[in-house]
Nanobody, 119 residues
Framework: VQLVESGGGLVQPGGSLRLSCAAS????????MNWYRQAPGKGRELVAS????????NYADSVKGRFTISRDKAKNTVYLQMNSLKPEDTAVYYC?????????????WGQGTQVTVSS
């Protein structure tokens, strides 16, 4: 099982980045997909989530209207489009796959990708 994030980097305030998370080794379409982030000295925070079929999305209040989560079933990939970036968006961003079946939790984490918003 692998979740491989990419697309992080250094961007100026107000800029945009698109993160990608390529999944392999499990049935991607059976999992809800999520993006978390962890800033230095802080706990891990749920940023956005998307349901298995992509019909339902949820966002943290801090990113609503600026970030968009999406998934591509054919590519087994989930994306996070981040616009109007702010310095407080600086964090390591993690992809997280989650499935709960018959009270059993199946979940996987990616290794993270660094996003730095700074002038």
């Amino acid at each position: 099982v692998q979740l491989v994030e990419s697309g992080g980097g250094l961007v100026q305030p107000g800029g945009s980045l698109r993160l990608s998370c390529a999944a392999s080794g499990f049935t991607f379409s059976s999992y809800d997909m999520n993006w978390y982030r962890q800033a230095p000295g802080k706990g891990r925070e749920l940023v956005a989530s998307i349901s298995r079929a992509g019909g339902n999305t949820n966002y943290a209040d801090s990113v609503k209207g600026r970030f968009t989560i999406s998934r591509d079933k054919a590519k087994n990939t989930v994306y996070l489009q981040m616009n109007s970036l702010k310095p407080e968006d600086t964090a390591v961003y993690y992809c997280y796959a989650l499935r709960v079946s018959h009270a059993v939790t199946y979940d996987y984490w990616g290794q993270g990708t660094q996003v730095t918003v700074s002038s």
